[in-house]
């Protein structure tokens, strides 16, 4: 079973960038598509990027694209996302997560990281 730990959450201004990292254990990555989602009480878990298990095609929620970037590095059994041009509005508990599928469904995922908090002010 593999394990997913989420970091690099934190404070930053509008308009900032952060990069998440979501470092996996105890199986490679590469079985696996994956995908990032955030959370903030209260609500649903929001889909936000997809990626194959090759790194390409990726996919994004309409609100993040042009903004975030998905990426892998299969190698280093780590996902990444890079969040540019941050708005209040993304301020959320970020998860990720391993499918086998084209998904964007939460429910349709299967192993999820503990999320790390990442908050935009204005």
């Known amino acids: 079973q593999v394990q997913l730990v989420e970091s690099g959450g934190g404070l930053v201004q509008a308009g900032g960038s952060l990069r998440l990292s979501c470092a996996a254990s105890g199986r490679p990555i590469s079985y696996y598509n994956m995908g990032w989602f955030r959370q903030v009480p209260g609500k649903e878990r929001e889909f936000v990027a997809w990626?194959?298990?090759?790194?390409?095609?990726?996919y994004y929620a309409d609100s993040v694209k042009g903004r975030f970037t998905i990426s892998r590095d299969n190698a280093k059994n780590t996902m990444y996302l890079q969040m540019n041009s941050l708005k209040p509005e993304d301020t959320a508990v970020y998860y990720c997560?391993?499918?086998?599928?084209?998904?964007?469904?939460?429910?349709?995922?299967?192993?999820w990281g503990q999320g790390t908090q990442v908050t935009v002010s204005s």
């Open positions: 990626i194959s298990q090759a790194g390409a095609p990726t």
């Open positions: 997560a391993t499918t086998q599928s084209l998904v964007f469904d939460p429910n349709r995922y299967d192993v």
